[in-house]
Nanobody, 126 residues
Framework: QVHVVESGGGSVQAGGSLRLSCTAS????????????MAWYRQAPGKERELVAA???????RYGDSVKGRFTVSRDNSKNTVYLQMKTLKPEDTAIYYC????????????????WGQGTQVTVSS
């Protein structure tokens, strides 16, 4: 019923910047009414998936310790879209970045939880 699609990944040299986008869309009539939490996670080869940044519908943000001061999460509620601005990228930021949306209220009054996108690759070379 809800599709989560990321975009904006790619390859960049250390010190560079990238901006990721993620949009959630509903396939049913009128679709999504609201989304409580939108978040970015990442998973590097051989490592567990970790939280990068999250933002609530009220704009409250949370960041993983390794990205504080370098990454900024924001969202456009009217577009059901979340962004991740990444600056001063490091090789250790190389990972697949996943978008997660949680507590999605549909116009049908149903709730959906913990939905994931397919991921987008970010590669930072030294």
């Amino acid at each position: 019923q809800v599709h989560v699609v990321e975009s904006g990944g790619g390859s960049v040299q250390a010190g560079g910047s990238l901006r990721l986008s993620c949009t959630a869309s509903g396939s049913s009539f009128r679709g999504i009414f609201s989304i409580n939490i939108m978040a970015w996670y990442r998973q590097a080869p051989g490592k567990e998936r970790e939280l990068v940044a999250a933002i609530t519908s009220d704009g409250i943000t949370r960041y993983g310790d390794s990205v504080k001061g370098r990454f900024t999460v924001s969202r456009d509620n009217s577009k059901n879209t979340v962004y991740l601005q990444m600056k001063t990228l490091k090789p250790e930021d190389t990972a697949i970045y996943y978008c997660n949306v949680d507590r999605v209220l549909m116009y049908s009054s149903s709730w959906l939880y913990d939905l994931w996108g397919q991921g987008t690759q970010v590669t930072v070379s030294s």
